[in-house]
């Protein structure tokens, strides 16, 4: 591939924060960028291309300023800024060290205030053989340590000072093909880079059935474009003040974050030749089967997310010991109606929110709906059962029936009470109490109500009013899946469930599903 390509662009239109008496620049501002760190700056066709080239175009076009691009490696993009022969680079990180070369903001220098001038947030991943990922998670640079293993790095990348002082083994190569190459011969145990870049790079060499991303971030940073004080280019100064403020602006306004999130053609990841498998039990009026066909709230959330991300999909139904079977076999890359729980971390990946929820309580906004549990009861028995506490209901001897594999909630003291069955199903359940084998029944409400329905049992079974907790239910995506880059493909279902329950297309569902089954207020 050859270097130094390059497009021009912008317009010769003058902003208003710079000089409106300066006559128009005779040349194009040179800004250097990667040659190959898809989706954000790399050559396609011998044209730089990518996320950040898209947004530093369109904001030097605000700006009244013509630009210039070329792409080279890394480390010759550091010596032609050392030489005054560009000026500025995009995508480059803070580092102390490169102070001399550069001229970084107040705010690219603090930590605290570190995205206010930037373009994006990285997460550096460790990549590794696809065969050694399923049982890796990356806990401490310490471990990697103590097992003696080499990492690969890239020369003339900054990385983090905690990474160079740790003492670890690390393997210098030139460019990411250079390093995944060594990856997939052994020559390295690990390659640390962007996890969005290496995915790209990983696909695009042809290497993602030998090699995978291994759960847990190592660092994170923010990527910026930064001036070079060797530049020449008149009236420097001002230009770099419009650039961040326009750049600010484009934050505040949301602009950044829809050229951050697309996706340029080159970046969409190849299409699987299988349609991503969701499982689930039966749970009216969430996800169930009616007439032989997919029903309910969650089916038509996901209709419409999957339709909007332009992937292929199958929701299938088992009892709930198989859904979770199935997810630590790989055999299925999502989950319906499940909730967060901390030893369900090796099988899902989960977001920040979500894990947040067991901690502080805080609902996420990611969820698909938030469950409130009720006992169920045989109507005949429902003024006999006295529920002050649970304690009461264990001295009464009020028997309980449980499912299979349900976390339920900390909240909810199982072993406390008298679990004198468990059940395979919802209707299993409710079929105990018809039968006398239990007292009581904890359930989602709604579940309940439209799983009574759909049984005729409405007639014959109630529920005790008080709440037992409260929880949100999500779709998480399994970590043993195959399917390209699902964590990532997790990371947009979620983007377009919150657009549409921001937009109003979530409520509108929601009251079509779940407002018929409620009990009427008299």
């Known amino acids: 591939m050859s270097f130094g390509l390059a497009v021009a662009g912008g317009l010769w239109a003058f902003h208003k924060l710079l000089p409106q008496k300066e ?10 960028a990667h040659e190959d760190w898809p989706p954000y700056s790399y050559l396609d066709k011998d044209v730089p291309s990518g996320k950040s080239v898209a947004l530093v175009s369109e904001i030097f076009r605000r700006i009244g300023i013509p630009v210039e691009f070329k792409c ?9 800024l050392q030489k005054g022969q560009a000026d500025a680079v995009v995508d480059v990180s803070y580092a102390t060290d490169r102070e001399s070369l550069l001229f970084y903001t107040e705010a690219q220098r603090k930590a605290n205030d570190c995205m206010k001038d930037a373009l994006w947030l990285s997460e550096y991943v460790l990549f590794a053989k696809r065969t050694e990922t399923k049982s890796l998670k990356f806990n401490s640079l310490q471990e990697l340590i103590d097992k003696k293993s080499s990492i690969g790095v890239n020369k003339g990348y900054s990385y983090t000072k905690c990474l160079f002082d740790a003492g670890i083994k690390l393997r210098e190569y030139a460019t990411p093909e250079l390093a995944f190459n060594a990856l997939a011969s052994g020559e390295t145990d690990f390659y640390l880079l962007e996890k969005n870049i290496g995915i790209e790079t ?5 290497l993602q059935e030998e090699i995978a991303p291994v759960d847990g971030v190592v660092f994170s940073k923010p990527y910026m474009l930064v001036f070079a004080r060797a530049s020449q280019y008149p009236g420097l100064k001002r230009i770099m003040e419009a650039f961040y403020s326009e750049l600010h602006n484009m934050r ?18 190849a299409k699987p030749q299988r349609p991503l498998i969701f499982v689930c039990e039966e749970w009216h009026p969430y996800e169930y089967i009616e007439n032989g066909k997919v029903a309910g709230l969650d089916a038509e959330l996901v209709s419409c997310i999957m339709a909007r991300l332009g992937i292929p999909y199958k929701i299938e139904f088992y009892p709930w010991s198989r859904v979770v079977m199935l997810l630590e076999k790989g055999k299925a890359d999502a989950v319906l109606s499940i909730s967060y729980k901390e030893n369900r971390e090796k099988l899902l990946h989960y977001t920040e929110e979500q894990r947040l929820f067991a901690k502080n309580g805080h609902i996420p906004k990611d969820f698909l709906w938030l469950s409130e549990y009720v006992f169920f009861v045989k109507k005949k028995k429902l003024d006999t059962i006295e529920f002050s506490s649970y304690e009461k209901l264990k001295d009464d001897g009020w028997r309980i029936g449980i499912n299979n594999d349900y976390s339920y909630s900390s909240e909810f003291p199982v072993h406390a009470l008298l679990v004198a069955k468990k059940y395979a199903s919802t209707e299993d359940g409710f079929r105990g109490l018809i039968a006398d084998e239990i007292d009581l029944y904890p359930m989602d409400k709604i579940v309940g109500l439209a799983t009574l329905r759909e049984m005729g049992l409405q007639d014959s079974i ?3 009013p008080r709440i037992l907790f409260s929880k949100p239910y999500l779709a998480p995506f399994s970590r043993f899946s195959d399917y390209p880059d699902i964590e990532g ?5 979620y983007a377009e469930l919150l ?16 407002l018929p089954l409620l009990p009427r207020e008299d």
């Open 489 to 493: 493909v997790m990371k947009r279902f």
């Open 462 to 464: 109630s529920y005790i």
């Open 23 to 32: 006559a128009p620049h005779p040349k194009c501002l040179v800004i250097l």
């Open 499 to 514: 657009r549409m329950r921001e937009s109003g297309e979530y409520k509108e569902l929601y009251d079509r599903h779940i």
């Open 72 to 80: 080279y490696p890394f480390s010759r993009a550091l010596m032609l």
């Open 252 to 269: 505040a306004s949301g602009e950044l974050a829809n050229i951050m999130g697309r996706t340029p053609a080159r970046d969409k990841l």
């Open 202 to 206: 990983v696909q695009k060499m042809g």
